[in-house]
């Protein structure tokens, strides 16, 4: 290369030998190919040092530019080199749990791509922000066969296999759970270990047992390695001693005793009975000190309420002290840590309302700013009162919702006179603008098609928004019970567009079932014990149409019955139904009368002075329904028609149907063959409840009127109106976020024949039963009655035997047949009747389980007389026989005597007009195989009928024959018809039923 302006080497003495790399050859090559030297040549000799310097400094001048320009081509070049290189492999190291494809999926670094430092750290990145590792480390290393490979080091974090709680006695582990999922802190098996979410469980238990009266309690977490990559998480808790409420006392009140305003303590103060003397003090809650500023603030609010409207509370000051004294249970030493309170208070100068007045109102004119202050319950001069001011807001608030000014804000601006003592009020009323609906969406209706829905909301697409519309329209789809109960605040959603002064609704709904089977059966007054099976569809196809099968049979009642509702024809708000049904009741109480060993005679008594009988019925029922546009209200007709026999099982209920009019031109035994009722039906309702079962808000009212006779052989009209409401309570008083519920009904029914007939006596009232009087046996509760009756009595011999008709045959026991006429004492029903329930409900598990304690009232009264008029047949049949056996030959009686009965069933006094009433708890339970609600309740009966009734004795002596069976037989008959009768109804009553009250 000599002769050459490269150089490969430098002369020999010019400078030492320099060691190149190969990306320096590299570089050398290129640019002597391209012929730039890489050093000058130095060609001066080393023989003079001055002018070598002088040289050496020149050359260096010369050199420092390509120099730096080499050097700057060499570092680009190295990037360029590195960026050149390819990935030909990505191995991952030290994964055990995680699969390689998860952790190479999270890379953006692939093989067979460039290689890129800049990926390389967002991979690194990706792979931290898992939170799956404890280390990540990524390597590249050069692949002998070209390229490169990078190495993936990880070292998983350990799972969790298992978690204890050590010493936990104050909450169950389930509350601990729910903690930390209201807390939203992952902590569970097979989940990441993590030491600082261990931290946040050991601070969420800490605050729990806080609340729990141990504001001492120690947590600490033992962590235990379980290999390979395990670990074994126990929480070891210390809760220490209880801490409870001690002493609540008050400084600076003058005007408020410091038991009222230990009243208004919500959290704190003692669980005694409001406002006692003695036990006040006695129980105290545990201790939370989260809960002491707000039960402070509420005593501001005590005393805002009374007027006091500058009010104020300290810094409440708190002193630990050892529980002391004698349990009052255990009369042992107390152990554990009481806190006693002091709050300062400074209560200011007591003032009254001034006025309330408004301004920046727009869409309210000025001459209607009266609706805006009726908003207020508070009237100007009253004491001011800061809880009715912020209801009265909250419906200031409402008020413009309905009007839609979604964004409406009103800020009170207070204005204070102290020589008046008086507040008043100018509200800055910002309304915004109004919104009309643009679109309602709905989502989670898999089954239920969208228009189902849309038909029955309150609120359309293009009108105003209206809050108060929205709430009702959510009342109304809760009550079709198609959808989990819906609420404004959870299920709904508005999206605003304030730019179109427009506003969407989203409406998220959760279905139900559609399709039930269930199983039923237990233990019913009117049913008596029965096991059923039903299947019903509440919204088959989705189009909101119910279908409903059911059959039932028990030792008192069997039923079928097959049903199906339209609620909308051709999508018109026009509901039609039908039903078909056969069902058979038995009203034999005869079943529960013991009469073994009673001699014929008292089985006679018994069973002809008892009401008793069953009746069957086949028929069917349309109905249809006309709902009156945007309200709860219904205008309904139903036509039923069915046929119905009696089988009676005693002498009274035989003369009852045989004799009263209730069928038109039929008498005798045919009367309790073919009775017909054809009925129509006329009905108006309107339902605020926001459930069917266990409603705890809103009212409803039913009232009908049923008219029979426009077909069939059975005449009448009977009016019925009913009226439940409900209502949430806290603290004994009514407020929507009350957990309990108050509930109420009244009944009244009345029923009356017409042209000429009385009505059956199956369709007169007999109250009674878990249906409305709980501490009565069904059908009990009623008036009674003298029931003329013909009696065969058998003639008895005074050793008891009967006088056989064949004396000379005397083992055919066919006796000497007696007719007697009786006056029998037997419940006759009324014709008017109203009945009252209170309800007050505590929900132990939802709105499936409950305790409820009751009250339940009721008169069933006999008002008209002519509803007990005995048709011209019937009382013929009783007054034309003779009466009597003064003489017998052969067996057969001879000679006898006319008895004249009235021409009506007189009810028996002190047993018409007599006020009923049962005093009690129940459980009901929601069953979720047999879907139908189970109670079991206690009833005390402290209005009830207990007397001693005189029967009227129409026997006399000269109706039996002469001599000693005579004598007997008379006596024996006066003491059995025309004695004392024992009406007693039960004191108390334990029982166990599938139905509800109302």
């Not at 390689?100 to 990926?119: C, M, N, Q, Y």
């Not at 037989?969 to 009406?983: F, M, V």
Request: charged share 20%.
């Amino acid at each position: 290369m000599t002769g050459s302006r490269c150089q490969s080497t430098p002369e020999l003495g010019t400078a030492p030998p320099v060691t190149y790399n190969r990306l320096f050859l590299k570089f050398h090559l290129i640019f002597c190919s391209e012929g730039v030297p890489i050093f000058p040549v130095m060609r001066e000799s080393v023989s003079s040092p001055i002018k070598t310097s002088q040289n050496a400094a020149r050359i260096f001048r010369r050199t420092l530019k390509p120099l730096t320009f080499v050097l700057l081509c060499l570092t680009v070049f190295s990037a360029w080199a590195q960026t050149q290189q390819t990935i030909t492999q990505i191995r991952v190291i030290g994964n055990r749990r995680i699969p390689k494809e998860t952790i190479v999926a999270r890379l953006f670094s692939h093989e067979g791509e460039t290689f890129d430092p800049t990926t390389v750290e967002r991979d690194f990145n990706s792979l931290w922000n898992t939170g799956y590792f404890e280390d990540v480390r990524i390597e590249r290393e050069d692949n002998p066969k070209g390229g490169i490979i990078l190495d993936v080091y990880v070292r998983e974090k350990p799972t969790i296999r298992d978690i204890q709680y050590k010493g936990l006695n104050s909450v169950t582990n389930s509350d601990v759970l729910d903690r930390l999922k209201k807390e939203k802190v992952s902590f569970s098996i097979e989940s990441q270990y993590d030491p600082t979410r261990i931290a946040r469980v050991e601070t969420v238990i800490r605050e729990l047992l806080a609340e729990h009266g141990h504001q001492f309690a120690t947590i600490k977490a033992d962590v235990k390695t379980i290999p390979p990559a395990s670990v074994q998480v126990v929480f070891n808790i210390k809760e220490g001693p209880r801490v409870k409420v001690g002493n609540i006392s008050f400084a600076g009140n003058q005007h408020m005793s410091s038991r009222d305003l230990r009243y208004a303590m919500k959290n704190l103060r003692p669980v005694g009975i409001p406002h006692s003397i003695i036990f006040e003090n006695l129980f105290a809650k545990t201790y939370d000190a989260s809960k002491l500023e707000e039960d402070a603030e509420r005593v501001r609010q005590a005393y805002r309420d009374k007027g006091y409207f500058r009010a104020s509370t300290g810094e409440p000051a708190t002193r630990i002290r050892n529980e002391g004294g004698l349990s009052f249970f255990t009369f042992r030493p107390r152990r554990g840590k009481r806190i006693d309170i002091r709050i300062p208070v400074d209560e200011g100068a007591r003032y009254r309302l001034g006025a309330i007045t408004f301004r920046g109102n727009k869409a309210v004119p000025d001459q209607n700013l009266k609706a805006l202050r009726a908003q207020f319950p508070l009237k100007d001069g009253d004491w001011f009162n800061f809880t009715a001011f912020g209801k009265g807001l909250q419906n200031l608030q409402k008020a413009y919702g309905q009007l839609g000014y979604i964004n409406f804000s009103g800020n009170p601006i207070p204005t204070i006179d102290d020589d008046k003592k008086t507040v008043s009020f100018v509200i800055d009323l910002e309304e915004g603008k109004p919104f009309y609906v643009s679109r309602i969406e709905f989502q989670g209706n898999t089954v239920t098609r969208d228009f189902v829905i849309r038909r029955e909301l309150y609120l359309e697409e293009g009108q105003v928004y209206n809050s108060h519309l929205w709430e009702l329209s959510l009342l109304r789809l809760n009550q079709l019970d198609y959808f989990d109960p819906l609420k404004v605040d959870q299920d709904s959603e508005t999206h605003q567009n304030p730019e179109a002064g427009t506003v969407d609704l989203l409406l998220k709904v959760h279905e139900k079932g559609k399709n039930s089977i269930g199983l039923n059966g237990g233990v019913s007054g009117l049913s008596g014990t029965f096991l059923g099976l039903n299947y019903q569809t509440n919204n088959f196809l989705g189009l909101g149409e119910t279908l409903s099968v059911q059959a039932s049979a028990g030792n008192l009642s069997r039923n079928l019955l097959f049903g199906f509702n339209e609620p909308y024809l051709r999508n018109k708000p026009i509901g039609l139904g039908f039903q078909i049904y056969s069902s058979k009741y038995d009203y034999n109480s005869a079943k529960s009368y013991n009469l073994t060993g009673a001699d014929a005679n008292t089985t006679s008594a018994v069973n002809s002075l008892t009401q008793n009988y069953n009746q069957s019925v086949t028929g069917f029922t349309v109905s249809g329904k006309l709902p009156i546009k945007h309200t709860f209200k219904n205008i309904g007709i139903t036509y039923s028609l069915n046929r119905s026999s009696v089988t009676t099982f005693s002498q009274a209920s035989q003369n009852l149907f045989q004799t009263l009019a209730f069928r038109s031109g039929i008498q005798g035994t045919n009367s309790l063959e073919g009775i017909v009722n054809s009925m129509v039906s006329l009905s108006y309702s309107w339902n605020k409840l926001d459930s069917s079962y266990m409603p705890r808000s809103g009212s409803s009212f039913q009232g009908a009127l049923q008219v029979a006779g426009l077909w069939g052989n059975v005449r009448y009209i009977s009016p019925v109106v009913e009226y439940k409401q409900f209502r949430p309570i806290k603290w004994f008083h009514f407020s929507p976020e009350g957990r309990n519920v108050l509930g109420w009904r009244v009944q009244a029914n009345y029923i009356q024949g017409i042209s000429g007939d009385v009505a059956p006596p199956f369709n007169r009232f007999y109250a009674g039963g878990e249906s409305d009087l709980r501490g009565f046996d069904i059908r009990t509760a009623t008036p009674y009655g003298f029931v003329p009756t013909r009696v065969q009595f058998n003639l008895t011999n005074p050793d008891g035997s009967c006088v056989p008709q064949d004396p000379t045959n005397p083992q055919t026991n066919q006796c000497v047949k007696v007719p007697i006429p009786v006056y029998g004492i037997g419940p006759i029903g009324g014709d008017t009747q109203v009945t009252g329930n209170v309800e007050y409900r505590i929900p132990l598990v939802g709105r499936t389980a409950a305790l409820e304690l009751f009250d339940d009232f009721g008169m069933n009264m006999a008002v008209s007389s002519e509803q007990l008029k005995q048709s011209p047949q019937g009382y013929a049949s009783l007054n034309a026989p003779l009466y009597g056996c003064p003489n017998y030959v052969n067996g057969a009686c001879v000679g006898g005597q006319a008895i004249q009965f009235d021409r009506y069933i007189r009810p028996i006094s002190g047993t018409n007009y007599v006020p009923r009433m049962s005093l009690g708890a129940q459980i009901s339970v929601m069953m979720p195989i047999i879907n139908a609600p189970f109670r079991v309740y206690y009833a005390y009966n402290p209005l009830r009928l207990y007397d001693q009734i005189n029967g009227e004795n129409l026997i006399t002596r000269s109706m039996f024959p002469a001599g000693g069976a005579g004598d007997y037989s008379y006596a024996q008959a006066t003491q059995l018809y025309g004695s004392l009768y024992q009406l007693r109804e039960p004191n108390k009553t334990f029982r166990l039923t599938v139905s509800t009250t109302f």
